[in-house]
């Protein structure tokens, strides 16, 4: 029902990611873990931060996660371990979490194609961008399968924009493409760099034309610590009355990542599908239909609390910290 501006366009808004759940919940993990300050071996740090998903500052280089640590918040306080929780489809309560690479890594990709416009009719004397263009998407489907070992790991490459052209009987100077890269290894998204570059460049060329390749690195891939997962795993099944599954890879990318790196981390998804509905047929996150059931935030302050707590409990870690987003 909620309206704004965006790009100039009239759009509807609203919280299709879950984001003011996860503020709610961790608001309310603050004041659990502030009534019995007293009792926590340890200090808990509570990471609130803006633009997950991105700044709508124009020209921004950095938000979110990575803006926050690079402004310090690490340096007084370093944690000897971080957690995060996120919601997703799934039974109201129940808790989703796999070891190691958890999310994507993400990149923005953009391809210009620059060729010579002319006539539509007169294709000849002019080097037709558009065709060009579609042969790229093409060839970008061969570096995930063709080039890329996906016995090893998966790899996305997805074109969501293309531009190009203003009238039906003209042809453009140029097409211009945007898209999105995904890789759960760092060593696959490096080579996927070079061979996306490789491909457009050299279908271009083979056209007469020239393709600009710009790849902006924008979140590395979400890791799990292995040792925190062993360890919060009974904690898991007691805050849910075991319900605790292994989560799948996820397509989309976090912006914890960054967290994860600097200090061990643990990145779980919350169900949140109202009871009565199908997980695997509700409308997911990202949807305008996507709705969360709130009586599973309760298990999302339960979880978040009795990690810090056990966490900071623990013989060996009695001095470290725990951080929470």
Known sequence: KVTTQVQGKEVSVMHACGHDTHTAMLMATAEVLSGMKKDIPGTVMFIFQP???????????????????????????????VFGLHVMMGRSGEIFYKTGATTASSDVLNIMVNGKGGHGGMPWST????????????????????????????????????????????IPEFVEM????????????????????????????????????????????????????TEMKPVLQRVTDDKVSEALLQGASEDF???????????????VTPKGQD???????????????ESALIVGVRAMSSMAV??????DTKTGSAAGK
Request: glycine share 8%.
């Open 51 to 81: 633009a997950e998903e991105g700044s709508h500052t124009p020209g921004a280089t950095t938000w979110g996660a990575k803006m926050i640590l690079e402004e310090g918040i690490f340096k007084k306080y370093k944690p000897a371990a």
């Open 279 to 293: 997980p695997a047929t509700a409308a997911p996150n990202h949807n305008p239909k996507f709705f969360v059931d």
């Open 178 to 229: 945007t898209g999105t890269i995904r890789a759960y290894d760092e060593n696959l998204q490096k080579k996927l760099h070079k061979d996306i570059i490789q491909m457009a460049t050299g279908i271009a060329e083979g056209a007469g034309e020239t393709a600009k390749v710009t790849i902006t690195p924008n979140y590395p891939v979400t890791m799990n610590n292995d040792d925190l997962a």
């Open 310 to 315: 056990n966490f900071l409990a623990a013989p």
């Open 257 to 271: 990542s960054f967290y994860a790196k600097a200090v061990p981390g643990l990145f779980v998804f919350l169900g």
């Open 127 to 170: 080097l037709d961008p558009i065709p060009t263009a579609a042969t790229i998407i093409l060839g970008l489907q061969t570096v995930v399968s063709r080039k890329a070992d996906l016995t090893a790991s998966p790899a996305i490459i997805t074109i969501g924009s293309i531009q190009g052209g203003s009238s039906q009987n003209i």
